[in-house]
């Protein structure tokens, strides 16, 4: 059993910044990839970045050069790093993490909510 455990959500204006965390119970190295999702109210989650074990990156059109995720190993934590934030981005967000054994793992999710 894999427990992912996201923080740093929280009420931002228009063109601030947040960086959200996932903390993960084992290992990070262990998953792969390592992926941010996000549910606005009333619409489907949506895959918002990508993270490989090899460090590759990608991302939604819509965020692109705006939010970079990296993961730390030393503290088996996934990161997000939001900046110029607008109210479309405004949701819960999820990070989830496959084993090499293909089961994946959800954390419970952080909200974001930006005014404009």
């Known amino acids: 059993q894999v427990h992912l455990v996201e923080s740093g959500g929280g009420l931002v204006q228009a063109g601030g910044s947040l960086r959200l965390s996932c903390t993960v119970s084992?290992?990070?190295?262990?998953?792969?990839?390592m992926n941010w999702y996000r549910q606005a109210p009333g619409a489907q989650r949506e895959l918002v970045a990508t993270n490989t074990r090899s460090g590759s990156n990608n991302y939604t059109d819509s965020v692109k050069g705006r939010f970079t995720v990296s993961r730390d190993l030393t503290k088996n934590t996934l990161y997000l790093e939001m900046n110029s934030l607008k109210p479309e981005d405004t949701g819960v967000y999820y990070c989830n993490g496959r084993t090499i054994i293909g089961k994946t793992y959800w954390g419970q999710g952080t909200q974001v909510t930006v005014s404009s």
């Open positions: 084992r290992t990070i190295s262990s998953l792969s990839p």
